[in-house]
C-alpha cells in the first residue's frame, strides 16, 4: 500500500460511523487530490462538496459547522492557500477556543514539498502556519504516526491542522521499528530505542531520520528513533530523557524555515544535558529554493558520526 491510499483509508475508517461534511477543491473529482479524498462520497451519512477558490471562506465553513455540532474535513490541495485564510483562521479561533464544542474541524492540507514547484514549495513548514494561528497541527509520514494523528485527532472535538507530504503521496507506506506512542496528543513516536544516540525526525523528514538509524545499525550503533508529528507538541520530555542518558542527538528537519520547533528541541536538551554533542541536519531557504528544483535534503553520515563522537 502506498502512502496516500493508507491516510486516506485511515481517515475513511476513523468517521465512517459518524456524520461528515467533506469538501474542498476537486474533493470527489479528478483526481480526488491525488486520492486523498477520494470515496467519501461513497459513506453513508457523508456530504461532499466540491467548492470554489475561497480558502477564507472554506476556514469559516469549518468553524460554523463546529459551532453548529457538524463535523467537517476541509481537503486542501496545498498548504500554500492556507494564508489566504489565515486571518480567518487565527482571529476565529482565538475567539472560540475556550468555547465548549461537541464537533470536530479537521483542515487536511497537502504540503507542497517536492522543490519542483519553486517558490510554492518554499513554504513546506506546518509550523509556521500553527505558529501564527495557535491551531494544532500534525504532519504524517509513515504508518505509526499516520496512525497516531489520525485516530487521536481527526473525530475529536475542536479544531486541528494535519499536513501531508506531497512528496511522499506515491512512494510506499514506511513501516519501521517497534513504534510506541508518547504524550496526551499522540505528537512524538519513538520507534527504536538505543543507548549511543538520539535521533529526532522533525516536519516530514521521518524517511532521512530512518536512512540515518539504519545506517547507526550498519556501523554497530544502537541509537533511538523518535519523530515529532505536532508541531507544538505537548510534551517532549521522553525525548529529552533520552537524550540526558545518551548524550548525543541528531535533529534531521526538512523545513525550509527560521521558525523550527526542532531548535527549541535542540535548547532544551542542552539545558537538561550540558555538554550534550548535538547537530542540526536540514534543508534550508536559499535564492536558489524560489526555482524548481530537485530540493533532496541528503545526508552525510560520516559528517554527523564525527560530530557526535560516535566511533566505529
Known amino acids: 500500500m502506498n502512502y496516500v491510499d493508507f491516510v486516506n483509508q485511515r481517515i475513511k475508517a476513523v468517521t465512517a460511523s459518524k456524520r461528515l461534511v467533506v469538501y474542498g477543491q476537486n474533493v470527489s473529482t479528478g483526481s480526488c487530490l491525488s486520492g486523498l ?5 461513497k459513506i453513508p451519512g ?16 469549518g468553524f460554523g459547522l463546529m459551532l453548529r455540532g457538524v463535523s467537517s474535513i476541509f481537503f486542501m490541495k496545498q498548504q500554500d492557500f492556507l494564508l489566504l485564510g489565515i486571518e480567518q483562521l487565527s482571529d476565529t479561533w482565538n475567539a472560540l477556543r475556550n468555547r465548549p464544542v461537541d464537533a470536530s474541524f479537521t483542515i487536511a492540507a497537502i504540503i507542497v514539498d517536492s522543490g519542483w514547484e519553486g517558490p510554492q514549495s518554499c513554504l513546506n513548514n506546518l509550523a509556521d502556519i500553527t505558529s501564527v494561528s495557535r491551531v494544532p497541527g500534525f504532519t504524517v509520514s509513515n504508518r505509526a504516526d499516520a496512525e497516531a494523528v489520525i485516530d487521536r485527532h481527526v473525530h475529536a472535538p ?12 506515491r512512494t510506499p507506506l514506511i513501516e519501521y521499528g517497534e513504534p510506541v506512542t508518547f504524550g496526551p496528543d499522540a505528537g512524538v ?4 530505542e538505543g543507548g549511543e544516540a538520539t535521533i529526532v525526525a ?14 547507526f545499525a550498519k ?19 521522553v525525548i529529552l530523557a533520552n537524550v540526558a542518558r545518551t548524550r548525543r542527538l541528531a535533529v534531521v528537519d526538512d523545513s525550509k524555515s527560521v521558525n523550527s520547533p526542532a531548535c527549541v528541541l535542540i535548547a532544551a536538551a542542552h539545558a537538561r544535558a550540558p555538554g550534550l554533542a548535538a547537530i542540526e541536519i536540514g534543508r534550508h531557504w536559499t535564492p536558489d529554493s524560489s526555482a524548481p528544483n530537485a530540493d533532496t535534503l541528503e545526508i552525510d553520515v560520516e559528517r554527523v558520526i564525527d560530530a557526535l563522537g560516535v566511533t566505529a
Not at 479524498?37 to 462520497?41: E, I, M, T, Y
Not at 457523508?46 to 465553513?61: C, D, K, M, P, Q
Open 219 to 237: 556501523r554497530g550503533r544502537k541509537a533511538s528513533l523518535f519523530s515529532v508529528s505536532a508541531t507544538m507538541p505537548e510534551s517532549v520530555d
Open 46 to 61: 457523508h456530504t461532499v462538496i466540491n467548492t470554489t477558490n475561497s480558502e477564507a471562506t472554506l476556514v469559516g465553513i
Open 158 to 169: 475542536g479544531v486541528r491542522i494535519i499536513g501531508v507530504s506531497q512528496r511522499l503521496l
Open 189 to 192: 513516536v519513538r520507534y527504536a
Open 202 to 215: 522533525y516536519n516530514l523528514a521521518f524517511p532521512q531520520a530512518m536512512t540515518l538509524h539504519q545506517e
Open 37 to 41: 479524498s477520494r470515496g467519501f462520497d
